[in-house]
Nanobody
Framework: QVQPVESGGGWVQAGGSLRLSCAVS????????VGWYRQAPGKQRELVAQ???????HYADSVKGRFTISRDNAKNTVYLQMNSLKPEDTAVYYC?????WGQGTQVTVSS
């Protein structure tokens, strides 16, 4: 059973930083791209960042230059380093691999 598990969310003031982690069980992790998505209240879920097996990355325009996605294949883990956080970054952040989704981790940024 593939089950992404997120951690690292929390509360931070604007301008602060958080690092999210997503651990995925199984060898399938190394063979696929992994993405971070977020969903704010009343809004649709949106792609924040994605990293493929060659470490190519893609970012939403709203987070470019502030967020960095990376992966550690030895630990089956993907990270999302979030700097210069803004109140509009407040959302539940989800990790995705193929059809599997994590349970989400709340990120709250206060002004």
């Amino acid at each position: 059973q593939v089950q992404p598990v997120e951690s690292g969310g929390g509360w931070v003031q604007a301008g602060g930083s958080l690092r999210l982690s997503c651990a995925v069980s199984g060898s399938i992790f190394r063979l696929n791209a992994v993405g971070w998505y977020r969903q704010a209240p009343g809004k649709q879920r949106e792609l924040v960042a994605q990293i493929d097996t060659a470490d190519n990355t893609h970012y939403a325009d709203s987070v470019k230059g502030r967020f960095t996605i990376s992966r550690d294949n030895a630990k089956n883990t993907v990270y999302l380093q979030m700097n210069s956080l803004k109140p509009e970054d407040t959302a539940v952040y989800y990790c995705n691999l193929l059809v599997w989704w994590g349970q989400g981790t709340q990120v709250t940024v206060s002004s």
